[in-house]
């Protein structure tokens, strides 16, 4: 795949960006039928080593601040659960599995959760106490961020924000420039935590996640229960990681319909 951004562009860049952009299929299609291509312009363990070194400086600043894994019963409890839902990631990718799947329990009153490139995960008492979350919830929660990431959806940001403001970054790959990995740190911690997903990344994640949730055993109609919880603590406007885009109404029959088509595989695992 080929981009065109202009006649100014240096032919040494343009050649570079050429080999850099790629359309790539991340995952399978499992159960609920997720399947798109994606583009993609940067690689796959350059977002993965960012986001690796940007979950460590965050675990250890909650650390310094005694924010960090400080009820032993909750941090087992979400363990436990996430414990049982990554080996099904395999259904969608067969490397993930064998990723280093990594999650802890930040304390905070913030309704928050999340899942960076390669596993590494997060879950905020907030959301656990506020919403008095069961464990299907949880498995709900955790089976959507976990979804994000087999998706590679931080990446596919990335490489979009690149795509529209090429210019830096790529040149300063060009130039062998130190402060690129620097930059893709930051664009990391962006679309993670302070830029809403979009209206797509985010259904993709609803129908994977409550895949996952079923065949780890969890009831995955607890997707729309957790989204209603969710929605009535906001009033009426979902926070920023269920992103504000699709409604309430949409994605609560959405979540209906996917929830419905993997049943058989929740019956199958509760037996």
Known sequence: MKLIYGSLLPAALAATITVACQTVQTTQGGAVGVQRSQMMMVSAQEVEQASNKQYQEMMNEARSKNALNRDAATVQRVRRIVGRLTPHTGVFRKDAPAWNWEVNVLSSDELNAWCMAGGKMAIYTGLIDRLKLSDDEIAAVMGHEIAHALREHARERI??????????SVAGAVLGVGQVGQDLMGKVAQVTFELPNSREHETEADRMGVEL?????YDPRAAVTLWDKMASQSAGSPPQWLSTHPSHGTRQRDLTEYAARVMPL???ARR
């Open 213 to 217: 949730a079923a065949r780890a055993g």
């Open 266 to 268: 929740y019956q199958a």
């Open 159 to 168: 490489s979009k924000s690149m795509a529209t403001g090429i210019g830096l």
